[in-house]
């Protein structure tokens, strides 16, 4: 076994990759992610008892959330970025030991004093001082690893969202405090029923990031809105950016005004077209291609330059290597990374500018539109309407079909259910899973589209929010009695996170697929199963049957 990782939904043969992921991380690169995550534990422990608010607390916090964010899978490839994040934790948890060592009880887990060898700060042989003995398998009991692991990729969609929000300039002490204490806990020894409630709490928290972030993004760009996005292509050279930041995108377009130079999205970021503040740059010229797996073909054909602002960067190809850029906690070994912003200024994308003046127009793969903006605002001043289609018998069940999307031919399940759901039912998505179905054309129901893509999977909150809503318009007691069905796909951690969201605002009876979490012993799934009545998606005419019941809300 050179490795061990099983925290992504097409892990090897549902198990576990154990010779190099299939995401394409090699045994190294995943060794290295296994010791960041141990140092930031050693950073969670003293950091937790820093005064909320204090400098020495939002450094610890700030750090963790880059720390984990660059953890989450396919985001970040680049050995040497994870050996500095070891080295600047480490000096990080040093400090913060000097100053709260004293403060802390019991006995101190390792995490919070071990350091590499001397010579070894800045080399890939760290490695060899502790291996895969601070991975997943060094938790021997099976339940125990599962709910530790699941606590810990529930921390890492926290990270990303609270990173996205810090970037925009929102952060939260209870946020950053819970992913220190969260942390610190699965260096621990606690029973089942402990973690499992800890597991809970961390939906909690979950809620409250994503409440975060959509703060962040609806006052610096306002409520997403109806919109119709274009898909084909401009005779002008492009940029094309992907992942999810869209402070990047922002700045891009703004030293990219004027100069000939158009700006299309890809992946996740087709939800930015939705903001009203984005919608002044007349060169956001459109939306190019689909889901992040599917980015190799599309790179090649686009031509010009892309931007790569979060994870889902897949391995890179000869055919655009000289022309993909990475930024943020995203990295990839020998590919130019974009710095950081120093305070209070911008990033400097003149190079990528450059290359995009020189390069052709990118190649036209369709020509087509894509509506969303059905974000919780815009959904409310629909409330109306809904209500009464509901109330009429015009809508007869909403369907979420939220969350990832994959390579895994068996995806297609969830095309296939779009396809053939009753014409009364609408469709509420967000995330990259929409890829599989918002380019069919559904029809409406009475005006209102029987897709609404409310945005990004970070943008997930606002299905929350909207079902939470119409709750209170049905006037009733429990969430479970609305006309909702749950059809969830799922690939990475931040969809682990919304998971475990949704559980902690009751909703239940959720189908995830293409396959349940290689990471949920047999013991953790039946207590999913039996509290929540998680279940996995099956044969996709059997699902919408199983969905389609009663309306208590009619």
């Known amino acids: 076994m050179n490795m061990f990782c099983y925290q992504c939904q097409e892990t090897a043969g549902n198990t576990g990759c154990t010779k190099a992921g299939v995401c394409g991380k090699q045994p190294e690169t995943s060794a290295l992610q296994d010791l960041l995550i141990f140092v930031s534990k050693g950073v969670s422990i003293p950091g937790s008892r820093a005064v909320e608010g204090s400098d ?4 610890a916090g700030r750090y963790l959330t880059g720390a984990l964010f660059a953890t989450i899978t396919n985001a970040n490839f680049d050995d040497k970025r994870f050996i500095e994040l070891i080295n600047e934790g480490i000096v990080l948890r040093d400090m913060l030991m000097g100053k709260y060592s004293g403060e802390l009880e019991g006995k101190l887990h390792e995490a919070a004093a071990w350091s590499p060898a001397p010579g070894m ?69 606690h029973s089942a029923d402990e973690l499992t409630a800890l597991v809970l709490e961390t939906g909690k928290c979950a809620v409250d ?11 610096t760009y306002g409520n997403p809105e109806i919109s119709t996005v274009k898909t084909g292509v401009r005779g002008n050279p492009g940029i094309l950016v992907s992942g999810h ?10 030293q990219t005004a004027g100069t000939g130079v158009d700006i299309y999205t890809h992946g996740e970021m087709l939800p930015a077209h939705y903001y009203p503040s984005f919608k002044k740059y007349g060169h956001l010229a459109g939306n190019y291609g689909g889901a992040w797996y599917k980015q190799n073909k599309e790179f090649d054909s686009f031509n010009g330059p892309i931007l790569m602002t979060t994870n889902c960067i897949t391995p890179v190809r000869d055919g ?21 912003r120093a305070d209070g200024g911008k990033k400097d994308f003149s190079e990528i500018i450059e290359i995009a003046k020189n390069s052709s127009a990118p190649e036209q793969i369709e020509d087509g539109q894509i509506v969303g903006g059905f974000a919780h605002a815009q959904v409310a001043a ?5 209500v009464e289609a509901v109330k009429s018998g015009a809508i007869k069940k909403f369907v979420v079909m939220a969350g990832c999307d994959g390579r895994q031919k068996g995806r297609s399940y969830f095309t296939e259910v779009a396809e053939n759901l009753p014409k009364d039912t609408v469709i509420l998505t967000a995330g990259c899973a929409k890829y599989r179905y918002n380019k069919l054309d559904l029809g409406d129901i009475g ?15 606002s299905l929350a929010l909207t079902a939470l809503k119409l709750k209170e318009a ?29 559980l902690h605002l009751g909703f239940k009876n959720i189908r995830l697929g293409p396959t349940l979490p290689a990471f949920l012993s047999p013991n953790v799934a039946k207590i999913l199963v039996d509290t929540f009545g998680i279940m996995p998606t099956g044969d996709a005419a059997d699902d919408i049957a199983s969905m389609m019941g009663s309306n208590p809300a009619g």
């Open 56 to 59: 020495d607390f939002m450094a």
């Open 121 to 189: 700060e800045s080399d890939a042989n760290v490695l060899e001082a502790k291996g895969l003995e601070v991975g997943v398998l060094s938790t021997g009991n099976e339940d125990i690893r599962s709910l530790r692991e699941l606590v810990i990729y529930g921390l890492k969609g926290i990270a990303a969202y609270a990173h996205h929000a810090w970037i925009l300039g929102y952060e939260s002490d209870e946020v950053y405090s819970f992913i220190m204490k969260g942390l610190a806990a699965t260096t621990q020894e």
């Open 209 to 219: 990031a994503m409440a975060l972030l959509d703060k962040a993004n609806t006052d």
């Open 245 to 254: 930041d869209l402070k990047d995108l922002e700045e891009l377009l703004e």
């Open 320 to 340: 655009y290597r000289d022309r993909i850029f990475t930024t943020g906690m995203t990295g990839y070994p020998g590919i130019k990374h974009i710095p950081d």
């Open 382 to 386: 629909l409330a109306g309407d809904i």
């Open 447 to 461: 005006g209102i589209p029987r897709v609404l893509d409310a945005g990004q999977c970070n943008d997930s909150y």
């Open 474 to 502: 049905f006037e009733l007691e429990d969430v479970n009695d609305l006309p909702l069905a749950f059809d969830i796909a799922w690939y990475e951690q931040k969809a682990v996170t919304v998971l475990l969201a949704l």
